[in-house]
């Protein structure tokens, strides 16, 4: 009996044993578990707030934004004041941002960072390149911020779109979609904000009138301006006794009146000698007044700052392939023809690149390292 006792003793003291380890096992493995998870956690953490304190300072890339100055220092470091804004944006009193600087690389800029989160470090390195920022109103044969008046017939190859109303609808034929009450206002003011920006650019050339211009060629029936990769500038009046040509990617400004003298009219890339257009697009901006162009064949953009009146005359087979803008409004006048093409969206572009002109350019990432 007492031997009996004395195994059921052992056995329950051998139970008790491997319970106690099985426990201490089990528990030592939680705690792994735990920690592997907050690791984890915290690791991921870390991931997201490099992310988002390289996100945070791409807003401030633009040497042109004043508010670029005061956030990095001359070395290109942030500037120490500014870590405490960063950590309190992103609501995180326990991250450590060891650092954080802009470099310069060509065009583009390169942001990196180090940082610390609960004993979890993170490097990131991004590269953001300049974009082009393509406008929904580049889509449109004719858009206008107020009103658009169709006066007698005009044929349109495209759509159409007006900040309030497009009078004279049915006088409108081809019209693929035409848009009233359209959200535009805006869209309109950046790309005159370009437009504004290239008339005080630094390379821009400017001149009072034609006359004399190295640029321009007297044909005899017909002048020709040169504009291909350049930006002019007319700071007087356009005043025309004959017809005049516009070659070349360009941009035209137009200070004063246009003054369209005995029949002249406005042609841009086409070649009257061959009946062809080029593949080039002009950009024409008439800053003041109420321009009346009226055009020949004429490839690329029109806008006027405030109310456009255009003809082109559809009975002697003429065209404006391109888009028409106003910022307020568009008056379409008989016999005016418009086929759409955004063509010179590319001209914008590279205009912009060419002059250093940042309106319309924003940053996109093209690449991004971590480590």
């Not at 003298?261 to 406005?266: P, Y």
């Amino acid at each position: 009996m007492r031997n009996q006792d004395g195994s059921i003793l052992a056995l329950s003291l051998i139970f008790m044993l491997a319970l106690i380890i099985l426990v201490i096992a089990l528990s030592v493995t939680l705690n792994n578990e735990v920690k592997i998870v907050t690791n984890e956690h915290n690791l991921a953490q870390a991931q997201y707030y490099a992310e988002s304190v390289v996100e945070y300072a791409s807003v401030f890339l633009k040497d042109e934004d004043p508010a670029t100055a005061s956030f990095w220092t001359g070395t290109g470091e942030v500037n120490p004041a500014r870590i405490g804004e960063i950590k309190s944006k992103l609501r995180a009193s326990d991250l450590e941002i060891n650092s954080l600087r802009r470099e310069k690389a060509g065009e583009s800029y390169v942001v990196s960072t180090n940082i610390r989160y609960k004993g979890v470090r993170d490097s990131l390195r991004v590269t953001f390149s300049p974009v082009f920022k393509r406008l929904g109103i580049f889509d449109f044969a004719m858009a206008a911020g107020i009103n658009l008046q169709a006066n007698g017939t005009v044929h349109v190859d495209g759509s159409v779109a007006a900040g309030n109303s497009i009078n004279g609808k049915s006088n409108v034929q081809g019209a693929t979609e035409m848009f009233e009450g359209l959200d535009i206002e805006e869209q309109l003011e950046l790309l005159e904000a370009y437009l504004e920006e290239a008339v005080v650019n630094p390379g821009t050339i400017s001149t009072a009138s034609l006359a004399s211009f190295p640029y321009v060629h007297d044909l005899g029936d017909r002048l020709v301006l040169d504009i291909h990769d350049k930006i002019i500038y007319i700071t007087g009046n356009l005043t025309m006794d004959k017809h005049l040509y516009i070659m070349g990617s360009g941009i035209l400004i137009i200070e004063g009146s246009l003054n369209q003298n005995a029949g002249s009219l406005l042609f841009a890339n086409y070649d009257p000698d061959t009946g062809t257009y080029t593949d080039d697009f002009a950009v024409m901006y008439f800053r003041t007044g109420h321009p009346n162009p009226r055009t020949g064949n004429f490839k690329g953009m029109l806008m006027g700052k405030s109310d456009v009146n255009l003809i082109t005359d559809i009975a002697a087979g003429f065209e404006l392939v391109g888009s028409v803008f106003s910022g307020n409004n568009l008056n379409a006048n008989a016999s005016t023809s418009i086929v759409h093409d955004d063509g010179y969206v590319e001209v914008l572009e590279h205009l912009a690149l060419n002059f250093n002109i940042t309106i319309l350019s924003t940053f996109k990432i093209t690449d991004w390292m971590e480590f």
